[in-house]
């Protein structure tokens, strides 16, 4: 099991986005059957993820990365019903609310995030979300990533792995103001497990067992 809480490093910040309001990304709860995309999709975040990858999202971070944003007011979770959420194709981000606001479930069956483009080297920022109840029988419970990744006030709990109870890291990490509580894995890696990858300097308040483990 593992409790850290990343505080305040200075390469990795919040970005803020104003658009019309017609221009949010997710704008429902619901989570999708894949099988029939897109037409139950509209608004999800599996949609706007979809989007993304085809850079068809109308509000970007200059200079052109898509940005993906929740509409306000919308609070609630997340549940997971088809698999981890893919990150590929290309850069984006994903700014969420608040991880008081929305949390995102693996439902205990499936990671949360699996950020990995054998093709390409890519770059990817969370913020502002929950991640509960990951779940993966290999590495990284809540998210699996190969590529540059920035968490930032982001909370994940009760995930679980054989490595990497809630992160495997084989990229670049780095994490700002998160919180890892009650995270387990098999083997290595209580909150993380960093395998051959760069993960910024972290400071917890509690460890119960190890909780990062670099190799």
Known sequence: RDCLLSRGLG???????SIA???????SLEDFDSSSFPASGEGTLRQAIFNAK??????EIP??????????????EIKLITGALVLDQSSFSIIGPG????SISGEDTSRIFFVSDPAQDLAYNISGLTMTGGFSSTNGGAIFS?????LSDCVLS?????????????GILALQDCTLFNNTATIYGGAIENFSGTLSPVSYTHLTLPTIYSV
């Open 11 to 17: 390469d990795v910040y919040k970005r803020q986005v």
């Open 21 to 27: 309001q017609n221009d949010y990304g997710v704008i």
């Open 54 to 59: 085809a850079n068809l999202t109308i509000a």
């Open 63 to 76: 200079p052109s990365d898509p940005v993906i944003i929740f509409r306000p007011g919308l609070i609630g």
């Open 99 to 102: 991880s008081e606001q929305i």
């Open 146 to 150: 190969d590529e540059s990744l920035i």
């Open 158 to 170: 009760a995930c679980a792995a054989n490595n990497g109870g809630a992160i495997t890291n084989e």
